[in-house]
């Protein structure tokens, strides 16, 4: 990694504080130090106990989003590690300032993000501060990793430990920096020569590879699903694939990886078109890859045949069968498994017969995308089907996007609509089920990937939670296309719950003029009632998209939308 000008030590050398150009304190060494390790985005609400740390990791040369509420950073980092390949970091005041990014940090941690949050913390004698908190507790309530700097001498090396556990370990690192350590002097400190290298990777004993090689020989209709833990392997799991006559499908979060290949059946689980959903229900065998096998992606086991045979591959022993029982368990990377799999199918003298025809290809093309799926059109005078508004902004998008998505019962129509054109095209933050993420997530994945334009799909409530990140959006020229599916509800309790209009007072709100309050933050907007509304969104994106574009969709009702049966078996 290139250091900027304003850090002149070489790497591996002492550094002395002999200029105002090297780090002088603690929190100057953190920042310095997490610039050499990689880190590629810093997204913070700044305040006195993380000003000098954020400041030192932009002079080292990080790029930073200054957010309008921590929660709001938090996701952003989130999204910009998942789709950019890099840490993102998350900068916090103390107290108040971690509190507020909990639940981004909590969907962090239950995706295994690798991102670190670089927060300030009160100094030990500060028993009586008002922003004195169990700081490490908090951290591991919602499945984060505890760290902190212990010292000045430790520094270096409490950071480095920190950085490791969040790559190597796929873990959200929450180091804590106490404020009185932060300001302690530093010379003579050795920082890291380079980056890290990369963690070994596992590989599947060969006992392991043989078993799952003859059951993929002995299958006549296998289904290979791959999820996140997948989504650097799309060549090798392909090469499977085509040497074993596999069907491939994705998790939600790892939705594009086979974009564009014939044999792909889109995402598993509730996203699934009724094509989709038949034949991975008709699999003889299901082999996992990187894949949690959870209620989502399964259709809490509806998407696994009576007499199907079940193999799971992951990195992790404690993942193998956690979900549900398996036949196979392989621990090993999924690109290295895949291909010595083929390996040792050739040396079987596999012949490839499986589910790989013409007629297969035929129908995957006509039936595996809920876009070509015919439905009645529910639109009324004053408001738009949420399918017939989702094709049509499929097919008016340009087709490199980076599609992000909020929850809430609109969120199927987004997720299984509109394309992306590989797994950095579409991103996921689900792991906590949590309302109001969509927003932070677009910024995020749009810092990652600039040369795509980021599409938000979100509903009215989700987007309301967070709009105050919508300045943000403006402030960075973001060229965002944010769709509102505007029901003037939280859709997902009005559809489930069996109640009486009354009782449903507490989920329905007066209709919100979404439009008019995005135009008061800068933004482009229009209120869409039907197709014909759509015009104006061509003409902005004909323009120079210099602010972003809120639709205000006015969406009919759908009844409780198809995958939210599914979704609410689990609550």
Known sequence: MTITANWAAEAGQSISATTRAEPRNVSELVGFTLARLGVGHVFGVVGSGNFAVTNALRAAGVPYTAARHEGGAATMADAYGRMSGKVGVVSTHQGCGLSNAITGIGEAAKSRTAMIVVTADTAASAVRSNFRIDQDGLARSVGAVAERVHSVDSAVADTVRAYRKAVNERRTVVLSLPTDIQAAAVSGVVIPREQLPPAQKVVASDGAVGQLAELIRS???????????????????????????????????????FHGEPYSLGISGG???????????????????????????????????????????????????????IDLGVLGDVAETAKAVVGRLHDMGHSVTGLRTGVMAQQIAA?????????????????????????????????????????????GYPSAYLSVPDEFGFCFTQAFQAIGLGLYTAIGAAKARPDRLPVLGAGDGGFLMSISELETVVRERIPLVAIVYNDSSYGAEVHHFDASDKDLEVVKFPMTDIAAIARGYGASAVTVRSVADLEAVKSWLDGPRTNPLVIDARIASDGGSWWLAEAFKGH
């Open 271 to 325: 996203f699934s078109s009724p094509f989709t959903a038949r034949t991975i229900a008709d699999a003889d065998l299901i082999v996992a890859w990187g894949c949690a096998l959870n209620m989502w992606t399964m259709r809490h086991g509806s998407l696994i045949g009576p007499g199907a045979k079940v193999v799971q591959v992951d990195l992790e022993d404690s993942a193998l069968g956690a979900n549900r029982a």
């Open 219 to 257: 299958a006549r209709r296998p289904v290979f699903v791959v999820g996140r833990g997948g989504r650097g392997a799309r060549a090798e799991v392909s090469a499977l694939a085509e040497a074993s006559g596999a069907l491939l499908a994705t998790s939600a979060v790892a939705h594009g990886l």
């Open 367 to 411: 039936h595996a995308r809920w876009n070509s799926e015919v439905t009645e059109d529910l639109s009324t005078e004053d408001s738009i089907d949420p399918r017939v508004l989702s094709r049509e902004l499929d097919r008016i998008l340009p087709a490199q996007r980076i599609v992000a998505v909020d929850s809430g019962n609109f969120m």
